[in-house]
């Protein structure tokens, strides 16, 4: 474990989608309950609530919520280009950047969480945990956007932690 970085991690996948449904996906409040939250409100700079149709833009807010949890994950969003790129805090003070990448037919969707304190309590939550979260969220937005199948446990009768929550 000497070599392990625990201050950042990529994930890749592969997805046969377009390019503008992708980025959607990420900057819809609309989009992104489809597949990664149960909850996504957006806030412009002013403060006001924006739309559940409206592509977020940088300076944007966010307040995120997940079926069976009950915590509301609080961030701000760094960068969205328009196209290919996004930034987001999550997890405190982390980044997440999000790049996605036209592959003949499909979309390359990297996802890097960095800026990961080496507390262990970060170590274990953090890089580890949210590694896990992601790896699976991933595959669900592969599965939504190709097949239209939600593999999130939605029922409250079977609690956290699961491998589809």
Not at 51 to 62: A, D, H, L
Not at 68 to 93: C, M, P, R, S
Not at 107 to 135: A, N, Y
Request: charged residues 30%; contains cysteine.
């Amino acid at each position: 474990m000497k070599n392990f970085d625990w201050t950042q991690f990529t994930l890749r996948i592969v997805v046969s989608a377009k390019m503008e449904t992708l980025y959607n996906a990420w900057t819809k409040a609309s989009e992104i309950k489809k597949w990664f939250l149960s909850g996504a409100d957006y806030y412009d700079a002013g403060k006001n609530k924006v739309s559940e149709e409206t592509r977020i833009q940088k300076g944007y807010t966010y307040e995120w919520s997940w079926y069976l949890y009950d915590i509301v994950e609080k961030g701000k969003i760094t960068e969205a280009n328009g196209t290919d790129f996004l930034q987001f805090t999550f997890a405190g003070e982390c980044l997440v950047d999000v790049r996605l990448t036209e592959k003949g037919e499909h979309v390359l969707v990297e996802l890097t969480q960095k800026d990961i304190p080496t507390d262990d309590d970060s170590k274990k939550d953090i890089r580890l945990g949210c590694h896990q979260g992601w790896s699976f969220y991933l595959v669900n937005l592969k599965s939504v956007y190709e097949g239209g199948l939600d593999l999130r446990n939605k029922l409250p009768e079977f609690r956290p932690p699961m491998v589809n929550n």
